[in-house]
């Protein structure tokens, strides 16, 4: 590596040539490919933004200058030419760098993200300040095709447009969301590039750069004549500039040079390829769009094999979901840009008919299951958790209040680890609970998930939601024939009569081991699995609660309006006084980390149950 080490702020940019600059496009995919095979991490989309990052820093006076990036997955190459190249191989990890942008980590992190399609309402706000305020500065978002069928992209596409803010939009465009774009856009962009105009112009561009004025608005409207096809755009009144290779260095600095001072809406359109210059990654976009693991950088071959055999929770929805659409043909499903993710891939293989897409638009997903609802099909939401939190109205205002059976499936719930406080999904058991009409589950293990989506598929009523965490279940045997659960009924999984522990999802199986501590230490405990959220058991926790008088809730999401929250409501509700120490994500966002780790940090491990068991049943605890 020559030229990454002599790079330690975007200013160590500006005073190296194009070849230079070249060579560190190498030295950054070198050092990307290094780390990135021992370090799980995003990784085919910073591939693809290596040279983009590269003329961004050089051409804009960065940080003054704002670049804005959209999700943040790709801003590896940014991070490290903002002086983060040290700390990078502690990238998502405990006390690390995040994988995504953080504006406590660098000053280049102008705006933090880590859920798509807002950096373009982000820069108008940006620029609207600036000119508030009149100062000088430009500000650049940068967005992919993925992260462009977000409703909010457009939204304030339209605004920026009608405002007619200086303010440029860097279209990242790999015709690739996780998974290929999909969409009605996403076919204009495949149009574009298949434009005669664009080969002409890809071919010929340097030699037309060479040959035209210097003068920047005479460029700029020779390139704007030889770029009709960006219409949509200068519909919304941006001014559009490509579609251009964006892997190429000069061409970059040259079109960026050019705009850079049009005071006005401009859309560069930039052509990226997921992986660009790993061909394992390249050849293998989807597979390659993050490593969980260590990997051979030669082969591309994992090396390293998890320690657990148990399922991941994500297979389990998948496949129990599958069979129970082989018999009922009125099951749909529906995704917002995640069929990998979520698991529906296998769904769209083998119902393609009954499967949707609809990109990045997770507002737009749950409205079309309510349409489809009423039409008497039941369609199955698939999003992580995190996700569904752009879909709080639309749950509410065109799920609930209908009453629709619309079947939720929130993956990812509870921590997640390294993809930090933007991914954790810690929110949704507060975000859900308090709307009428819905139903909610968090199982315990993976065989209980299967018998919560065996409930759901069954469930007639209404709108149903099951939670269920990233990674392997705890390694139960699976039922062949999953049956529906009773719809708001816990289990009692252990009795004592010194404590009662009421658990949740996957706080489940450490409440059970707690109690065995306990036990030890003298203290009879009661474990429940509550199951369901909502409706809670009433008829089970409230005589249990009056009886024992010491109750621990344990839980995976914020203690803020969550599981606890309930029981404490309902407890109130029936005039039951008791010892209650409620176990949780604390009220404050959590950091990336190890999850077991994180757990432990907020309280809620084995270890954080059994310290508030103690503390409960100390002597003399008198209500
Ligand atoms: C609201 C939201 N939904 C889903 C995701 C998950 N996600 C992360 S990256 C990504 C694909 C983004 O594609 P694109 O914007 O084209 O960026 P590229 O990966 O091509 O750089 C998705 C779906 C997210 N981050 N935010």
Known sequence: MKYLHQIDSSSDLKNLGIPELQLLADDIREYLISVLSQTPGHFAPNFATVELAIALHNVFDTPTDKIIWDIGHQAYPHKLLTGRRDQFPSIRQQGGISGFLHRDESEYDVFGAGHSSTSLAAALGIASARDLQKENFKVVSVIGDGGLTGGMAFEAMNTAGDYGKDLIAVLNDNQMSISATVGAFSKYFSRLTASPTYNVLRTKFKEFLSHVPTDARQVVKRLEVATKPGMLFEEFGFRYFGPIDGHDIELLLEIFTRVKDLPEPILVHVLTKKGKGYQIAENDP????????????????????????????????????????????????????????????????????????????????????????????????????????????????????????????????????????THHGVFDLSYLRHMPNIV??????????????????????????????????????????????????????????????LAVGNRVYPALEAANVLEGMGVKTTVVNARFVKPLDVSLIVPLAKKIGKVITVEDNTLVGGFGSAVVELLSDHYILAHIKRLGIPDKFIEHGDVEALYSQCGCDEQGIVKAGQALCKPNPKL
């Open 286 to 421: 989807i597979g390659f769009y993050a490593v969980s693991g260590k990997f051979d950088p030669k082969t591309g071959q994992a090396l390293s094999v998890g320690s657990k055999t148990a399922k991941k929770y994500t297979d389990v929805f998948s496949e129990t979901l599958v069979n129970f659409a082989r018999d009922d043909q009125r099951l749909v499903a529906i995704t917002a840009a995640m069929p990998t993710g979520t698991g529906l891939d296998k769904f769209q293989t083998l119902f393609p008919d009954r499967f949707f897409d609809v990109g990045l638009a997770e507002q737009c997903a749950v409205t079309f299951a309510a349409g489809l609802a009423t039409e008497k099909l039941k369609p199955v939401v698939a999003i992580y958790s995190t996700f569904l939190q752009r879909s709080y109205d639309q749950i509410l205002h065109d799920v609930c209040i209908q009453n629709l059976p619309v079947i939720f499936a929130l993956d990812r719930a509870g921590l997640v680890g390294a993809d930090g406080p």
């Open 440 to 501: 909610m589950m968090a199982p315990k293990d993976e065989n209980e998930l299967q018998e919560m989506i065996a409930t759901a598929v069954d469930y007639q009523e209404g709108p149903i939601a099951l939670r269920y965490p990233r990674g392997e279940g705890v390694g139960v045997p699976l039922a062949n024939k999953p049956k529906p659960l009773p719809i708001g009924k816990a289990e009692i999984l252990k009795t004592g009569e010194d404590l009662l522990i």
